[in-house]
């Protein structure tokens, strides 16, 4: 049973330009959540989506964006990168309906230059 | 909204002592309470949770948290560490929304 997989695991991008980042949730989830996890701090909540719908989102601007597909996976989007933007980047899935603790991927690096 | 305080940045401990990793919460609100750990490089595996009943949670790899209302705590302790718990310690809270505040962390670093 595959967890939460997350892809690509580096990258290096430019001021000025747009990444996506791509999320498959564990077997049986239905609801992704992304995180910013800047180096020596804890994840900040980006937003959350089910049914493929935003429902909830963190402080976080417009340039940061998502997707959630039909099959549960997910993309994060940022326009318009800042140096600012370099963290690590991470994916959690979770049951909607009865509660149950957060899943997480190992993140994907994201460095600015 | 929801917040989490880990009171330690970093917590130095030599082998086979016991820890304590202290973190406080606010909410006006019910609240669930995880921690969680982080080694180099991965992302966060669940050591434990409180969603209700027992005050006193047990968890993975010899690990108990204790949740404590009245002074709107959520310790994590473990009476003898291991090498191999040197990582960051992340204690959240939630309210149900699957919406978790993290807080800061806390470096362990286990000494031989």
């Known amino acids: 049973d595959a967890g939460v997989t997350q892809s690509p695991t580096h990258l290096i991008k430019t001021r000025g330009q747009q990444v996506t980042l791509r999320c498959s949730p564990k077997?049986?989830?239905?609801?992704v959540s992304w995180y910013q996890q800047a180096l020596g701090q804890g994840p900040q909540f980006i937003f959350q989506?089910?049914?493929?719908?935003?429902?909830q989102r963190g402080n976080f601007p417009d340039r940061f964006s998502g997707h959630q597909f039909p099959n549960y996976s997910s993309e994060l989007n940022v326009n318009a990168l800042l140096l600012g933007d370099s963290a690590l980047y991470l994916c959690?899935?979770?049951?909607?309906?009865?509660?149950?603790?957060?899943?997480f991927g190992d993140g994907t690096r994201l460095s600015i230059l | 909204a929801q917040s989490v305080t880990q009171l330690d940045s970093q917590v130095p401990v030599f082998e086979e002592a016991p820890v304590e990793l202290r973190c406080n919460y606010s909410?006006?609100?019910?609240?669930?309470l995880f921690w969680y750990v982080q080694y180099p490089n991965q992302g966060l595996q669940l050591l434990l949770k409180?969603?209700?009943?027992?005050?006193l949670v047990k968890g993975i790899n010899g690990f108990e948290a204790e949740f404590n209302k009245s002074q709107t705590s959520f310790h994590l302790r473990k009476p003898s560490v291991h090498i191999s718990d040197t990582a960051e310690y992340f204690c959240?809270?939630?309210?149900?929304?699957?919406?978790?505040?993290f807080g800061a962390g806390t470096r362990l670093t286990v000494k031989p």
């Open positions: 959690a899935s979770s049951q909607r309906g009865s509660f149950q603790p957060q899943h």
């Open positions: 959240a809270v939630s309210v149900g929304n699957n919406d978790m505040r």
């Open positions: 409180y969603l209700s009943g027992s005050t």
């Open positions: 909410s006006s609100v019910s609240v669930y």
């Open positions: 989506y089910y049914e493929e719908e935003e429902r």
């Open positions: 077997s049986g989830h239905d609801t």
